[in-house]
């Protein structure tokens, strides 16, 4: 779970660490986007397409690549 902001029409913007976990070496594939500070939203967005710098991949917490882009269905 983390927060992210909608930058255009079906993309957000978001950390990184929420796709990547670097401690366990492995990605979240299984998204789901849902709108609203509270988490109280019925309706939510999967996630078709995700990027991140490839950098943040490594275990050194010093890393300034902790973005990522999520492209929403349609």
Same mark, same amino acid.
């Not at 255009?8 to 401690?23: C, E, G, P, Q, W």
């Not at 990605?27 to 789901?32: C, L, Q, S």
């Not at 990027?51 to 690549?65: I, L, Q, S, V």
């Given at each position: ?18 796709? *990547?976990? +670097? ?11 849902? %709108? ?5 939203? =019925? ?8 990027? *991140?710098? +490839? ?11 902790? %973005? ?5 269905? =349609?």
């Amino acid at each position: 779970m983390g927060s992210g902001v909608l930058i255009s029409k079906n993309i957000v913007l978001t950390a990184a660490h929420n796709i *990547y976990n +670097r401690v366990q070496g492995y990605e979240n594939t299984a998204f789901k986007v849902y %709108f609203g500070a509270d988490g109280t939203a =019925k309706q939510y967005y999967d996630v078709e397409e995700f990027r *991140y710098m +490839r950098e943040f991949k490594t275990k050194d917490n010093k890393t300034p690549y902790d %973005f990522a882009l999520l492209k929403l269905t =349609k």
